[in-house]
C-alpha cells in the first residue's frame, strides 16, 4: 500500500527493517542455550538484549499495523455496513484511538522522562549483573513509539473523515 502520508511510510520502512532484529533474538537465545548448558558459562547480556530488541519490534509493530490497517476488524459487521456508514465508523475508530494512545503517549512520556533521569533522578538500569539502561531505552522507545502512532491515527481519522464528506 503506497500511502501519501510520511508517517504511515516511515512506520512501514520502520517496521520492514526492524523485523530482522526477532531473528537475532532467536539467534541470541540460541547461543545463551548453547553456553549455558553445553559450555556451563551462562551469558549476563543475552537476556536483557533479548528483551530490548523484541520489545523495540513490538513497539514498532503496532505502528506497522496501523499504517497497514490490518488491526483487529468484525469484518463480518463492518462488511455489511454502506460506504458512508463504513466512513463515519472509520473516522469513530480512529479518533477512539487517537484518544486512547494519546492518554498512552502522555503516561509513557512522564515514565520515559523520569527513567532517563531528567526529573533530577539517575538513569534508570536493570539493576542485575549486567547494569545497563535498558528500562530507560524502552520506556523511550514506547513513548517514541506511541506518539507516532498517535499522530498517525489523526491523520487517519482526518482521511476517513474526507472519505465520509464525499461518500454519497
Known amino acids: 500500500m503506497d500511502?501519501?502520508?510520511p508517517l504511515d511510510r516511515l512506520a512501514r520502512r520502520l517496521g520492514e527493517s526492524l523485523c530482522w532484529l526477532f531473528a537475532v533474538a532467536v539467534v541470541l537465545t540460541a547461543f545463551e542455550v548453547v553456553m549455558r548448558y553445553?559450555?556451563?558459562?551462562p551469558t549476563i547480556w543475552v537476556h536483557d538484549t533479548v528483551i530490548l530488541l523484541t520489545a523495540i519490534c513490538f513497539?514498532?509493530?503496532g505502528s506497522y499495523a496501523l499504517e497497514r490497517r490490518s488491526h483487529i476488524q468484525i469484518t463480518s459487521v463492518y462488511g455489511t455496513l454502506s460506504p458512508r456508514a463504513r466512513g463515519m465508523l472509520d473516522v469513530l475508530i480512529a479518533l477512539a484511538a487517537a484518544f486512547f494512545l494519546g492518554a498512552l503517549a502522555y503516561g509513557a512520556t512522564l515514565q520515559s522522562v523520569e527513567a532517563l533521569g531528567l526529573?533530577?533522578?539517575r538513569l534508570e538500569t536493570s539493576g542485575r549483573a549486567w547494569d545497563v539502561p535498558i528500562p530507560a531505552v524502552l520506556k523511550t522507545v514506547l513513548a517514541i513509539g506511541v506518539i507516532l502512532m498517535t499522530a498517525q491515527?489523526?491523520?487517519h481519522a482526518a482521511q476517513a473523515w474526507r472519505r465520509w464528506t464525499?461518500?454519497?
Open 153 to 155: 491515527s489523526l491523520l
Open 38 to 41: 553445553v559450555a556451563n558459562s
Open 59 to 61: 513497539v514498532a509493530g
Open 166 to 168: 464525499s461518500a454519497p
Open 119 to 121: 526529573t533530577g533522578g
Open 3 to 5: 500511502n501519501a502520508n
